[in-house]
């Protein structure tokens, strides 16, 4: 099923910390702006700058060469499981400089001259070791231990004075104000073997496309221990501030989901069990990137409302009947003809991707603007697992179907995701006995019928319908025939909407016929436009053609 994650800075920033530089070789120069203080006792390795890119995936939990320069080598690696999707990049540089964009490590220093540190910083001065900079091109889930090993010419690490210890400092340039963040990952020194290794033990997620930078620096043993960081979340460009945490206990009968969008919703179980102290820590947003999760791509899915995650700190079971629910600020957002889903993620199933209608179609008669999915099956949540939910539009139609004849006088259109329904008046038709008309109304078309495109007179397009022939004889409707369609919701704005018409026997392909109907009529409340067809249509069987129809404005 789901589950919901808050990132929290000290976890997720270390884990990145561990990410620090799996790239390929490559030399760039050296990059201004080194070490502070420049007369630090700590001895400096040989100028040297390298960088590039490797792919994650297939090398998890094997030791991942690391670029080098001067004498410095190093392997980095990835727990095996670790959530990496397909074709996953890692991009960024290792040096003995600063890379180009990095502050300069004066922020490290409590009450710096910078003004980024008040409450914490190192007491002491730093002395920068080796730098880097790191950028993944899809989000990761990190899951597991994490280590990172830099090697150095014989003797260099034993010369490193044993009152210094060595640290693994971050910037996220998402989060400027907060300068470097010191003492992300604790570091152990092998003098004998001149290696320097940095660990990292935990779940942590890591959006894509942002270049942190990194830090391995020392600083005397005396120094005051800074304040922890302040506890926010890693996201893309804006914090999410609706993030949510809860402890499970038998009474939780309700977690509360955080608000985006305008949607806010609970998970509601009857019951919920798991060991004393375990926490669901969760995140929401309106799409997959924002919550850190893979790209949602499914032939089913129109519209993603929200996308959220949860994540137990240990298992968790609920039992009996468990309800989601989802309530939109603005009621009218979720349209009472739409047919709703949920998808689900599972990341201990990562090369599964997303599963679709896991729960729905969801049932809107709970209240105005409310949503609701319901299951009788218990489900068991795995801890340090991330479970994402996505609630989506679903392009599944309505479809009607009539049985044409000389005496059909109508036809009604479905409830659908444009509008409320209406009805199709047939003064007459001839068709073979039995001949039967259906037509599928949605927001959206399929091969052989393309999409209508805006321009060319055409501002909107609202939605379209299909219409097939299933018998084995013609199908004809008369002029006079009218179409009226019904709001979703309040009454029709005023303008000039027409129907265009598609037709899939004619070859080549000549495209819609704009204004096949129209202008249609508004009637005086609002509440119903009509379309008048002037002339005869003829249907043939759908062996030979297909016919779209298209609502624009």
Known sequence: MF????????????GLAAIVVACGPGNNGPVAGYLTPPNATVPQVGAFS??????????????????????????????????????????????SSLPAGAPALSSLLRNSASGTRTTQGETSPVSG???????????????????????????????????????????????????????????????????????????ANIPPNVTYYWALYAVAT???APTPAPSVSIVPATPNPNQVSYTVTTATTTIALPTEGGISGA????????????????????????????????SDVNTILYVGSLTPSAATTF?????????????????????????????????????????????????????????????????????????????????VSATVSTATQSVSIPPNSISAGGTISLPGATAGAGNVLTLTVGQSVASPIPGLSTGNGVTNVFGYGVIANTGTTNVTVSGGTTITITPVNGTIPA??????????????PTGWFLRAAGPGVVNPSGTALTFTLQNSATFQPNTKATYGVALYQ
């Open 50 to 95: 390298s960088s590039g890119s490797v792919a994650l995936g297939s090398n998890l939990g094997v030791p991942i060469a690391l670029p080098g320069g001067a004498g410095v080598s190093g392997t980095l690696t990835v727990p095996v499981g670790s959530t990496v999707p397909a074709g996953t990049i890692l991009s960024g540089s290792v040096g």
């Open 3 to 14: 589950s919901f994650r808050t990132l929290i800075l000290g976890t997720s920033i270390a």
């Open 267 to 298: 998970l509601i179980p009857s019951t919920a069990s798991a060991s004393s102290g375990t926490t669901i820590t969760g995140y929401g947003a309106t799409t997959t990137a924002g919550a850190f999760l893979p790209a949602l791509t499914n």
């Open 495 to 508: 303008g000039n909407y027409y129907l265009a018409f598609y037709d899939t026997s004619i070859s080549p």
């Open 222 to 224: 005396s120094s005051t």
């Open 129 to 203: 070791i080796l730098f880097g900079s790191l950028s993944l091109s899809n989000a990761i889930t990190v899951n597991g231990a994490v280590g990172v090993t830099f090697v150095f010419p014989a003797g260099y690490v034993a010369s490193i004075p044993s009152s210094f210890s060595v640290y693994m400092a971050m910037y996220d340039p998402t989060r400027p104000t907060l300068g470097w963040l010191d003492r992300v990952l604790n570091c152990t020194t092998n003098g004998t073997a001149s290696s320097i290794t940095c660990t990292f033990t935990g779940v």
């Open 319 to 399: 039992s009996g009947s468990t309800q989601v629910q989802f309530t939109a600020k603005t009621p009218s957002t979720l349209n009472p003809n739409g047919v709703y889903y949920l998808a689900m993620y599972d990341s201990s199933q990562a090369s599964s991707g997303w599963f679709v209608k896991v729960l729905g179609p969801g049932s809107l008669s709970v209240a105005p603007g409310t949503i609701a999915f319901t299951t009788t099956l218990g489900t068991t949540l795995k801890a340090n697992t991330q479970y994402g939910f996505a609630l989506y539009l679903s392009n599944t139609q309505p479809v």
